[in-house]
């Protein structure tokens, strides 16, 4: 019953912008950690930037100075606004969620979610 949907993704000419939103879908207990992964073809899977429960975040070096993360827990929803895209953010961004606790049916669940992905692009 819970998903995440998200968004944002497309094409953009190095140096531009770009802000990717995913959202819980369905009624949650809790949530912690969200953030995103991104997954360059022939590369291995990094992590972008996280946001904990308690809006301290973590950010990787190579997008320091350059994205800037947020959520709103009352929409259970997260944010991520890229600027200075460069060709290297190039990638399949997987939006995640750690320690989703729901309940259905009389039973509660605690577990990781992950988004569809969506593609970034950058190039002119």
């Known amino acids: 019953q819970v998903q995440l949907v998200e968004s944002g993704g497309g094409v953009v000419q190095p140096g531009g912008s770009l802000r990717l939103s995913c959202e819980i879908s369905?009624?949650?207990?809790?949530?912690?950690?969200m953030g995103w992964y991104r997954h360059p073809p022939g590369k291995q899977r990094v992590l972008v930037a996280r946001?904990?429960?308690?809006?301290?975040?973590n950010e990787a070096d190579s997008v320091k100075g350059r994205i800037t993360i947020s959520r709103d827990n009352a929409k259970n929803t997260v944010e991520l606004q890229m600027n200075s895209l460069n060709p290297e953010d190039t990638a399949v961004y997987y939006c995640f969620a750690d320690s989703v606790y729901y309940c259905s049916d009389s039973r509660c669940y605690d577990h990781d979610y992950w988004g569809q992905g969506t593609q970034v692009t950058v190039s002119s």
């Open positions: 946001i904990n429960s308690d809006g301290t975040t």
């Open positions: 369905g009624t949650v207990l809790s949530v912690g950690a």
